[in-house]
């Protein structure tokens, strides 16, 4: 609260006053001058129930008398400063006189004195300029920890980003973006562990290319290569397939995991398809530099185990079982331009597609003869661009 007609400047809202001084007088001529211009006091008579209070109040200003019996003023400042929790509270030493006293004040950390009898304006002046302090100090502890807080919470927030950004890179190793950034958003990887799955599986390779290959320079290779893993790369993301591996010419792409693909056959049969047109827009450009290459796919349905395979730092995901090698040995025997297909996934198919029965093909590796079909393209209005993907 403030006196009637008192014009002078008052301290900042709340300022806590604690006045310790052993003789009752002093103490009622602090609260005296200091609450009427609205500071909080509260006062102790020793050094020792000083201490006991500051474990319980919080306050932004001591004024601390130096002559009591007990603990006197200095000793009681010294445990002040010496407490972390107070140690940068401010403390006004209330001196008698004298040049030592006050030196050995300043010795013991006191922040600033007054001699008694002291003058009103003199020591408001000094409390208020202290509590100023006081609370600007405050207010920067506050703010470091917040900027503390707020950089650990980056770090974490970046270490989850990159953690993030590197499950990403590995997923997408063998998923469609779309895919991987859906698991990466859920979270759950379960996929990784091993499982079973009726899955349907394409194979693709160059006809030629062996020999290509070994009459051409190694930057020829790598260009056709580029341009072949690049066409038909755009397509097993397009159509949301996943990738098992590339190994030279040979790419493995197989359908109804991880997600679940209720179309799985005919989804497939339309990225070989697509990947047939890709490659003969390649083939003729190919042909103009003298390289004679052809493009065959197989493709197979049936059950596989699939997972995560490698070592820390490379993982592959992959499927092993019978359909792997009844696709690789269907592509093998495959002409160029030719997508033969294995029966299950003939049966798979809807009459939007044009096939052929080609027989009974005796595969090496397979132990009995596969009643083969040949994929010649799609009727009337089917188209082959991938449809809406499968919920």
């Known amino acids: 609260m403030t006196i009637p007609g008192d014009a002078r400047p008052q301290p900042p809202t709340g300022v806590r006053v604690l006045v310790v001084d052993d003789l009752e007088t002093n103490r009622k001529l602090m609260h005296a001058v200091l609450e009427p211009r609205g500071f909080v006091v509260h006062s102790e008579q020793s050094g020792e129930a000083a201490l006991a209070a500051l474990a319980e109040l919080d306050v932004d200003v001591v004024l601390l008398d130096v002559l009591m019996p007990g603990l006197d003023g200095y000793e009681t400042c010294a445990r002040i400063k010496a407490d972390p929790r107070t140690a940068l509270l401010p403390v006004v030493m209330v001196t008698a006189s004298g040049t030592q006293q006050r030196l050995r004040a300043l010795e013991v950390g006191a922040d600033d004195f007054i001699t008694k009898p002291f003058d009103q304006a003199e020591l408001i002046a000094r409390v208020r300029s202290l509590a100023r302090v006081k609370r600007l100090h405050a207010t920067i502890v506050e703010q470091a920890a917040a900027l503390e807080r707020w950089n650990a919470e980056l770090e974490s927030r970046v270490a989850a980003q990159v953690e993030d950004l590197e499950r990403l890179s590995r997923l997408r190793r063998f998923l469609s973006p779309q895919i991987a950034g859906l698991i ?145 040995r269907l592509c093998a025997a495959a002409a160029a331009r030719q997508i033969l297909i294995s029966p299950r996934v003939r049966a798979g198919l809807d009459n939007g597609f044009e096939t052929r029965p080609i027989g009974p093909l005796e595969l090496r590796g397979i132990s009995r003869p596969l009643e083969v079909h040949e994929v010649i393209g799609v009727l009337g209005d089917h188209p082959t661009a991938p449809q809406e993907a499968p919920p």
Request: proline share 4%; hydrophobic share 40%; with cysteine.
């Open 184 to 328: 990466l958003e859920t979270g759950d990887e379960s996929f990784l562990e091993s499982h079973r799955r009726d899955i349907t599986t394409v194979f693709t390779d160059l006809r030629g290319f062996t020999a290509f290959a070994e009459t051409s320079e190694p930057e020829e290779t790598m260009s056709v290569l580029r341009d072949y893993h690049e066409a038909l790369g755009e397509l097993v993301f397009a159509y949301e397939g996943t990738l098992e591996h590339f190994a030279g010419d040979g790419l493995m792409v197989f359908f109804n995991d991880p997600p679940p693909c209720p179309d799985a056959p005919e989804r497939a049969v339309r990225m070989a398809l697509d990947m047939r047109d890709r490659i003969d827009e390649l083939t003729a450009s190919w042909r103009r530099h003298g390289h004679d290459l052809g493009f065959g796919v197989g493709i197979a349905q049936g059950y596989a185990t699939l997972g995560r395979v490698g070592f820390e730092g490379r993982w592959d995901y992959a499927a092993i079982g019978t359909v792997t090698n009844v696709a690789a």
